[in-house]
């Protein structure tokens, strides 16, 4: 493979690891554990995983040899800087077990377990992915790991193989399904043990134990990075009004990390919107009142911030969407059967009149991709919804009819940006490659101490690396029953953006200011070399919500 020369310089960075990792440890146990919610309804589905103690790794003064183990690894749903770290993490320390331990990856995400493709993760090809971005050294992808059928299936090629133990390295969803596949897997004494890393993008898989999912910190970053040229630029002409959407699936964490490290003119926040019953014309009127007032000031540019998921948060789309949900998840047959005609009129002549109204009052575009476009876990693909255009040419129609803006000499010209792609795959930071080795390699230590159910934790992110602290999270600790398609299931809760947040905070105390005058900050491209202060800080949302511990 012909590498650049920042990969090649790249390729010999040693990514920190926690100190107590470095040597010899013992798993101490913590308290026994209960679900965040719906505790007897978890207890029952997970018989055998249930109330497992939290466990914190301690340096052992007698170092033990440990036996080979053979352990596949999973990467699943959407890529996020750093999952070639975990692996590699992962692989250095089944090694430091013992020099005769294996790691099998299987291809193209959970798929690959279920129809038996895998590869061998040797040393030579682990070296060659060190500290790169992607997931392509294995490939992932969002088959849902969830029936009696695919664990067994799975099994024929774990026992094949002599694996046991398998890493799953997923966001909430996929970790869910891990829970469900080490209660199966203990159930029936199969002899292989499943362990989580927390990843995506999205920064929604986090709570005291989880500070972050790894992949967060880079995205955001690059996203900043070019929001931060965009404003420059906007900043140099004058003359346009930038639009960002920034993906985040439904929670708002991307956008407003970004917005703390940027300082944009507006940026929505979902959660807030939700919480305001803000209506769609709430929101148009939110932001051509500073199109408005900018405008006053002869600054007829700016830019906005828009969380992929907004449209689910505002009240009356939330509730066509849970409508929708149900409709289509209570009628699975027959929906697999229609063609796109078919299921468009389906659901006309379903819907309650309310949000009947509320799906024709959206341009059709955004009210087909709403009714036909699901992912595998049924969620509505937010990131094919154009709101960025949806909202700024509802702007634009608002300001037309506006006497204030007229009265302000006002000009409203937009242009539309959507990034999401652009950060996924990025090599990671600093932080996020020393996080996702330490999660590898705290995943081979959870392995070693031979425990199931369990997520890597990392903790103590806002210091320096070495003084992290490592140690395993019962995934059933993290859930609670939601409704999906139409049934009540445990799952993982989502985290999303907390208005009595520490980061929130910050962004509502400054965003009158930021709004009509212009302090945007230009971060500057993600660093890999020189000072700590510039390389190595994490984001400013895992600064602020941990600042006074
Ligand atoms: P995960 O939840 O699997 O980490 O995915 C994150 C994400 O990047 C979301 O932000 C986005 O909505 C989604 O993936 C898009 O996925 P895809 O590219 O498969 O359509």
Redesign the pocket.
């Known amino acids: 493979m012909k590498k650049s020369a920042l990969q090649k310089a790249r390729a010999a960075y040693q990514p920190k690891l926690p100190i107590v990792l470095t040597g010899a440890v013992k798993a101490v146990e913590g308290r026994p554990t209960e679900s965040v919610a719906d505790q007897e309804a978890i207890h029952a589905l997970f018989p055998n995983t249930y109330g497992l103690p939290e466990l914190r790794f301690e340096k052992n003064a007698t170092p033990a040899q440990g036996k080979p183990v053979n352990v596949g690894v999973i990467l699943s749903?959407?890529q996020?800087p750093g999952g070639h770290n975990v692996i590699s993490g992962l692989f250095d320390g089944i090694k430091k077990i013992h020099r005769d331990s294996r790691l099998f990856g299987f291809l193209m995400g959970p798929g690959g377990l279920v129809d038996h493709k895998y590869i061998e993760l040797t040393a030579p090809i682990i070296d060659e992915y060190r500290n790169t971005g992607g997931f392509d050294i294995i490939g992932s992808g969002?088959t849902k790991l969830e029936k009696k059928e695919q664990f067994d299936k799975g099994l024929e090629i774990l026992r094949e193989l002599g694996i046991n133990a398998l890493v799953i390295i997923?966001?909430d969803d996929?970790n869910t399904n891990a829970a469900v596949l080490a209660e199966y897997y203990k159930a029936i004494n199969a002899g292989v043990q499943v362990i989580g890393c927390p990843?995506?993008?999205?920064g929604d898989l986090k709570n005291d134990l989880i500070e972050t999912s790894f992949g967060f910190d880079t995205a955001t970053k690059v996203y900043s990075e070019v929001i931060g040229n965009i404003q420059r630029d906007c900043n140099s002409a004058k003359k346009y009004w930038h639009f960002i959407k920034l993906?985040?699936?439904s929670a708002s964490h991307i956008a407003l990390e970004c917005a703390l490290q940027t300082q944009p003119n507006i940026c929505l926040i979902s959660e807030e919107i939700e919480a305001k019953n803000m209506s769609l014309k709430d929101i148009v009127k939110y932001i051509a009142d500073i199109v408005t007032a900018r405008a006053a000031d002869g600054n007829n540019f700016g830019t906005v911030l828009v969380p992929?998921g907004l449209i689910e948060f505002i009240p009356e789309f939330k509730k066509l969407i849970a409508e929708l949900n149900e409709l289509l998840g209570s009628h699975k047959d027959e929906v697999a059967a229609m063609n796109h005609e078919q299921l468009t009129q389906f659901i006309l002549d379903n819907l309650n009149a309310e949000n009947l109204a509320a799906l024709k009052s959206l341009p059709e575009s955004v009210a087909r991709q709403l009714m036909l476009d699901r992912?595998p876990h049924g969620n509505v693909?937010?990131?094919l919804i154009e709101t960025e255009k949806l909202l700024s040419q509802m702007v634009a129609a608002e300001l037309a009819q506006s006497e204030a803006f007229k009265a302000a000499k006002g000009k409203f010209s937009s242009l539309h940006h959507f990034f999401?792609?652009e950060g996924?795959c990025a090599d990671p930071s600093n932080f996020d490659a020393d996080y996702c080795y330490s999660l590898g390699f705290n995943a081979a230590a959870l392995i070693n101490a031979g425990v199931t159910g369990y997520m890597s934790s990392i903790r103590n992110l806002v210091k320096p690396a070495v003084q992290w602290i490592a140690g395993g999270i019962p995934i059933t600790m993290m859930m609670n029953i939601e409704r999906r398609n139409a049934e009540d299931k445990p799952v993982i809760q989502k985290a999303l953006v907390r208005l009595d947040g520490a980061p929130f905070q910050k962004f509502a105390s400054k965003r009158d200011e930021w709004a009509r005058t212009t302090s945007y900050i230009y971060p500057g491209p993600i660093q890999y070399f020189g000072p700590a202060e510039v390389c190595d800080q994490p984001s400013m949302t895992l600064k602020y919500e941990h600042q006074n511990k």
Do not use: F, L, W
């Not at 990843?199 to 999205?202: E, P, Q």
């Open positions: 749903g959407g996020a969002r997923g966001g996929s990843k995506t993008i999205d993906m985040g699936r992929e992912d693909q937010v990131s999401g792609y996924r």
